[in-house]
């Protein structure tokens, strides 16, 4: 079981000035994953502070297998969903961001401006996605096949890579 949580992070959102669109695209495709149940979904200010908080208690106090963030992935100075992410995460995966930024490039010249991380806390997958509904679906298809492996392997369950 994939136990996962998806957090929006937009001001706008937190604020119900506008609604979360990009989440809910999120967690649809996430629930396509074998065994994946989406446990919790929140919408967050763009707040380092707060989103720090939210993936601590995500990851090490429910243990949570997956966390994925949409929103603030930018160059806005509000945009400070990576510089939250790189603070909490133990281990960088690169691999991955390239791949959604690569995924992206195809359809959106603008997916150059993605700062998105992904990583590992504990045993926790955590990966950021853009705020659109389109670029978090696309991005997110771009390693949702690699996703189990990833984390099973953060588990220490997943055998070779081959």
Do not use: W
């Not at 429910?62 to 969903?81: E, H, K, Q, W």
């Not at 010249?109 to 045993?123: C, D, K, N, Y």
């Amino acid at each position: 079981m994939i136990r996962a949580a998806v957090v929006t992070v937009s001001d706008r959102s937190f604020r119900k000035v506008r609604d979360d669109l990009s989440g809910p695209v999120v967690a649809g495709i996430l629930e396509r994953l074998p065994d994946a149940a989406i446990v919790q979904r929140v919408v967050v200010p763009d707040d380092k502070r707060f989103l720090r908080r939210v993936i601590r208690y995500f990851s090490d106090a429910l243990a949570l297998d997956l966390i994925v963030t949409t929103g603030g992935t930018g160059v806005d100075p509000r945009d400070v969903t990576p510089d939250a992410t790189a603070e909490m995460i133990d281990r960088d995966i690169p691999g991955m961001a390239e791949a959604m930024r690569a995924a992206s490039l195809a359809s959106v010249p603008t997916a150059t401006f993605s700062r998105a991380v992904a990583g590992v806390r504990g045993r926790t997958l955590i990966v950021n996605l853009p705020g659109s509904p389109a670029g978090a679906r696309d991005n997110l298809l771009a390693i949702l096949e690699t996703m189990p492996h990833a984390i099973d392997k953060i588990r220490g369950t997943g055998g070779d890579c081959v």
